[in-house]
């Protein structure tokens, strides 16, 4: 069954542009004008992945982004935001707003198509086949869920932060660089720089850690990079 991407863009020519590009691609798609009942109609086509506009007409992109993030059926759904300016990229990379990527206009189709599939891919094979819970300290991973518990209460993690948990859990007290985990995380056709891994560290860190600025499991290997810490 092909894949199916969301177009949430106001453009039509733009949307149109996408949307022959991705079926061409093999994907089943689908434009969405970004108005006031775009976000119950997405959750109603429940899409594998979100390409979505930031300037739209109503709500902004990440409006509808942080809403999607909340609750409901497309809460960890792959986010892939195009953007038109700097200061936007900032806002993706800053991920207070739960993105998990971004492609800077103008972009060309097959840049957006090739970064597709490396999300989509990621999703399928991220899972490891034999065993479906991984259990590190206070933490449970449940990997055909995709879904991490702190002390049996759930985390709300988007799905880059999951992947880059996940791989935490599965090699702690092991020094990873940022290089490391670009590779092993975001995978060889990654997009992002360094400062991406920090910015997702830091939010994993809100997420996993009493006190985030003083973290006790994800420490910081000076002049390095990071590692999971067991023994707390
Ligand atoms: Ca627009």
Known sequence: MPSRIAIVEDEVELASLIEYNLTRGGFQTRVFPG??????????????LIVLDVMLPGQDGFEICRKLRQTGPLSITPILFLTA?????DRVLGLEIGGDDYITKPF??????????AHLRRIEGGAPAKSTELLVGPFRVDT????????????????????????FLAHPAHAWSREDLLREVWGEQH????RTVDVH????????????????????????????????
């Open 191 to 194: 997009f992002v720089t360094p």
């Open 144 to 167: 055909a869920a995709r879904r991490v518990f702190r002390n049996s209460v759930e985390l709300e993690l988007t799905s880059t932060e999951y992947r880059l948990l996940e791989f």
């Open 85 to 89: 300016r700097s200061d936007e990229v």
């Open 201 to 232: 560290i830091r939010r994993l860190r809100e997420q996993i850690e009493t006190q985030p600025d003083e973290p006790v499991y994800l420490v910081t290997v000076r002049g390095f990079g990071y590692r999971f810490e067991l023994a707390v």
């Open 108 to 117: 060309s189709p097959r840049e957006l198509l090739a970064r597709i599939k």
């Open 35 to 48: 108005s006031e009942g775009t976000i119950k109609e997405l959750e109603a086509w429940r899409p594998d």
